[in-house]
């Protein structure tokens, strides 16, 4: 399971950077058969070669560690909290009073 959500990591964190397997493969001095087998969850990689990765695609290790569904879960809240901050003052003021009926019905 930690093998397939390092992988999962590794492969988000590569596309989102625009690198290919052969290229990240390349700057960390392996194969991309290596890249390959370590995004698929068939094999870790050395220590140093995560330090290297880590370092080529510029994210902390503990993202790369963590598990990548709550990653994806805050990044959607995130969304939606610049979503609420470019609403008008109207349009706030109605969804303020919508939460706090919601809230108001459940505590009950």
């Known amino acids: ?27 960390v001095d392996i194969s991309a058969q290596c890249i390959r087998q370590l995004e698929n969850g068939v094999h870790l990689t050395s220590l140093e070669n995560f330090i290297c990765i880590c370092k080529i695609l510029d994210v902390p290790a503990d993202f790369i560690l963590a598990d990548i569904d709550k990653k ?8 939606k909290w610049q979503y609420l901050a470019e609403l008008d003052d109207a349009e706030f003021e109605s969804l ?4 706090e009926s919601v809230y108001f019905y459940k505590t009950k």
């Not at 303020?96 to 939460?99: C, L, Q, V």
């Open 72 to 79: 994806f879960k805050i990044a959607s809240i995130a969304q």
């Open 1 to 27: 399971m930690l093998m397939d959500s390092i992988g999962k990591n590794i492969k988000f964190y590569r596309k989102q950077r625009g690198l290919t397997q052969h290229q990240l493969a390349e700057a």
């Open 96 to 99: 303020s009073k919508s939460i």
